[in-house]
Every structure is written in C-alpha cells, then in structure tokens.
C-alpha cells in the first residue's frame, strides 16, 4: 500500500476519532442540560430551584452516588418522596444524583478537625499573629477602640466592658435592661464620628415588654455618653415595630456615613414572614437616621404616609453585617439566609432584596420557601454562600498595616468558625480566601483606631487583635 494511502488512512481515523470524542463531549452536556431540565420539572417544586441546595441537607439513605440513585429511584414515601423509577428515565436519575454529589462534596472544604495548636496564622501574602485582648466573655458582639487606645466590649449578656492595655475589664454601669434570651441581649456599638469632641456612644440591643403575660420583643436604639464608668445621657433613637414574641433575628449592626448619617438594621423576626416586603413597618430593613434620631428628609419612603420614613432597602432577613465603604460611599451588608443562602449585597437607596419572595438557600425543615431566585425589581446579591457560613460581623481593611488584604472585606463564620477574605477588585468580590480556621465561632471583626484588625469569638468569648509579623 502506497505511503498517500496510507497516510489517508490514518488522516480519516484521527478524523473519525475526533468526531467520536467531539459526540461524547457534546453528548455529555446535553445529557447534563436535560437532567438539569428533568430536575427543574420533577423536584424544584419540592425541593427548590437551586440545585446546589442539597448541599445543607440531611439525607435517609446516605451521600454516594448509588444512594442518591436510590433515594430518587425507589423514593421514601414515609417522607412523601414519590418513587420517580418510571417517570424519569435511569440515565437521566444517574446524572441528576452525579451533579447533587458534586454539590455535596462542597462543604468539605470548611471542615478542620481540630483547633489551632499555635497563634500564628499564615495565609495567601500575610502572616498574623493573635493577640489576646479580652477573655472571660460570653459572647462579645459589639467592639470599638477608644481614642486614648481602650476598648469598648459588648457582651450579649447584658454586660459593657472597658478593657484597658493590659487587658483589666471594667463594667459600665447604667447600661440598658436588655434581654438576654435566644439571639437578643446587648448588641453591636458604634462611636459617633466626632466622638472625641462629643462623646456620644451608640449601642442596639433586644428591647422588651409583657403583654398578657408574653414577653414581646423589639430591636431598639439608644446613645449615652460614658462618664465615671457608667452610661449616662441615655436618649433612645429608635424602637423597631411591631413587638413580636420571638426571640432572634434582631439584625443590630450600627454604621456610620461619610455625611453623618446613622444605618443599622433590623432583622424580620423570624417567623414574620410578611415584614420584610412591607414598607409600613420596622422588621426585615435597612433603617437611615440623623446622628439625633431624627429622619432625614430625602429618605425614600419619607413622603409616603404609609411607609416608616427611617427605612433606607428592605426585603431583609437577618443582617448581621453592615459597613460603610469610604473608597466608594457605600453601605454593604451581610445577611443570614434559612439553610443555604447567606448575602453580601450593596444597599442601595429604597432598594427591594427580595427576602422570602427570592431566596437561594432552603427552609430548615429541607423544603422551599420560594422556586426562584431572581425577579424583576429585587436586588441579586453580590455573592451568596452555599452552605450558609452564617456570617456575623463585617469589616473592610483600610491603612497599611495589612498590605496583602488592604480593601478586601473580612466577614466572620459562626457556623464553620472561621474568617472569611473576600478580594476585592473593582469593586466586585474575584476570590475568597479561609482565614483562622477552626478559631471559634467568629462573632465579630473589626477595625481598631489604631489601624489593626480585631476579631471576637464566642464560647468561650474572647477578643484577638490579629498583628502582623
């Protein structure tokens, strides 16, 4: 056989091979395309529209493969899962229970057997060291750094610390009666931007009363001025309403604008799932005041005598973060979703986050509280995070002392416990990075006066300043 024959012939072969391989690739994405279609007309009605969902979730017959073919196949009619054998062909079961256990190995990578056996932490371009500021806490919530270099620590038991340098505690009398029950106690605190010159002192903490016998429930604002080791000048700014006999979803984080105006939010309670999409009244918002507690006059409900004027966005659930970005005047937050689905967003004036009407993760009991996670006039948030890492407490790294995260925002993890980076570029979040993994229940982060980061845990509670070395 002549050498072009030849040469023909295997030109036609590698030919006919890429062709086969080309038909398998294609093949693969369209096997993959139709099971995400299969999976949107037989199980989003029942289990949400993300997929990625079942991340969070308990499962009867376990997380392999062959399980999840099981569960699909034979289903657990003891639960109300039909058995889906003859409806959905088996190729179809096979690639829907390959996607889910993809999704599933997700949240390995915030598992950390054991706790940290030194104070330094290393990460991508910085190496910290922890400084211990305050310990024998319970759960030190609010955190500020005074001008002459002492610190203000919150205790949602009800307590406010002074810590001095050499880490002396010294409790602040006067305070207001909180309650200390479920998520509600003493709160987040915030300094008036021209604190050295009035001294005012910001605090958010779970307000109460009992009504036929009910304790009722409310996140409420105050400022006062600390004199003598006790809080005095009190004057209360805000008391969100309605009152409600839950005890959790208080939000409460406090910041400050470049203007002077004062943001803080309030969670929607929990069990209220009206609140949030309505405008007449406090729960589930984003709250705008005046440094006195009054309302200014060009916020976006202000004129509508149906709507709270302090409101600022609403369609919240529970922010537990809440800062002001000074490189480009914006608020940012970060909110709680059910299981899967927690936020970071940008607060924009009158804006609509869509809580519960949009929503990416799942209700605790496994089912869905909505089938979409877009509509038209809701805001999509910057990231969301699947599982949830229940984030708690915000910060942006500003001076020099942190090169390598200067601009990033640092978010605390209740759940997996440790410090989430998000990288900042152009204003958008490129990459995440885990930071003092397995410290504790990361309740807060912040940055001092003095230019460090400090971060507290609870259980047992303790605050860290993070020092580069």
Not at 24 to 38: F, H, L, W
Not at 279 to 289: C, E, P, S, Y
Not at 360 to 375: A, H
Not at 422 to 447: A, F, P, S, T
């Amino acid at each position: 056989m002549s050498k072009k024959i030849l040469l023909g012939l295997f030109i036609v072969s590698v030919g006919l091979l890429s062709f086969v391989v080309t038909k398998e690739r294609e093949t693969s994405v369209d096997r993959t395309k139709k099971a995400q279609k299969v999976y949107a007309e037989f199980c989003s009605g029942c289990h949400g529209e993300k997929m990625e969902a079942f991340v969070d979730r308990k499962w009867k017959y376990g997380t392999t493969k062959d399980s999840i073919i099981r569960s699909i196949a034979i289903g657990s009619p003891d639960f109300g899962m039909p058995a889906y054998k003859d409806a959905i062909k088996q190729k179809d079961i096979a690639t829907i229970a390959e996607m889910m256990t993809d999704y599933i190995k997700n949240v390995d990578q915030y598992k950390v057997a054991n706790k940290p056996v030194s104070n330094v932490f290393t990460s991508e371009g910085m190496t910290v060291a922890l400084d211990t500021i305050a310990t024998d806490l319970s759960s030190p919530w609010g955190f500020v750094q005074l001008p002459g270099g002492n610190y203000l620590v919150s205790d949602k038991t009800g307590a406010l610390n002074s810590v001095d340098q050499h880490k002396n505690k010294t409790l602040i009398k006067n305070t207001p009666n909180v309650l200390n029950e479920g998520q509600g106690g003493l709160l987040d605190l915030e300094l008036h931007p021209d604190f050295a010159n009035n001294g005012w002192l910001y605090m958010s903490y779970s307000k109460f009363k009992t009504v036929d016998n009910v304790k009722m429930t409310s996140t409420a604002i105050v400022r006062g001025k600390i004199k003598d080791n006790e809080f005095t000048e009190a004057q209360e700014l805000f008391e969100a309403q309605p009152y409600t006999r839950t005890k959790h979803h208080y939000g409460s984080k406090i910041a400050f604008d470049d203007k002077g105006y004062l943001y803080f939010s309030v969670g929607e309670r929990g069990m209220e799932k009206d609140f949030p999409q309505s405008t007449a009244n406090d729960n589930g918002k984003i709250h705008r005041l005046n440094d006195d507690g009054t309302v200014p006059k060009d916020n976006p409900f202000v004129n509508d005598p149906a709507s709270k004027g302090s409101i600022y966005s609403y369609g919240h659930r529970n922010p537990q973060g809440l800062i002001f970005n000074k490189a480009t005047g914006e608020i940012w937050e970060t909110e709680h979703g059910p299981r899967g689905g927690d936020e970071l967003n940008i607060i924009r004036k009158g804006a609509n986050y869509g809580w519960p009407v949009i929503c990416y993760g799942i209700n605790y009991d496994g089912k869905p509280i909505t089938n979409i996670s877009k509509k038209e006039g809701m805001e999509q948030p910057e990231i969301y995070w699947i599982p949830s890492i229940a984030p708690c407490g915000m910060t942006m790294v500003t001076g020099d002392k942190y090169p390598a995260w200067k601009g990033d925002v640092m978010i605390g993890s209740l759940r997996f416990m440790y410090l989430n980076r998000c990288v900042m570029k152009d204003n958008k979040v490129v990459k995440q990075e885990k930071l003092l993994m397995n410290l504790g229940r990361l309740r807060n982060v912040e940055m001092g006066a003095d230019g460090y980061l400090y971060v507290s845990v609870e259980k047992p509670g303790m605050v860290f300043r993070l020092r580069p070395i």
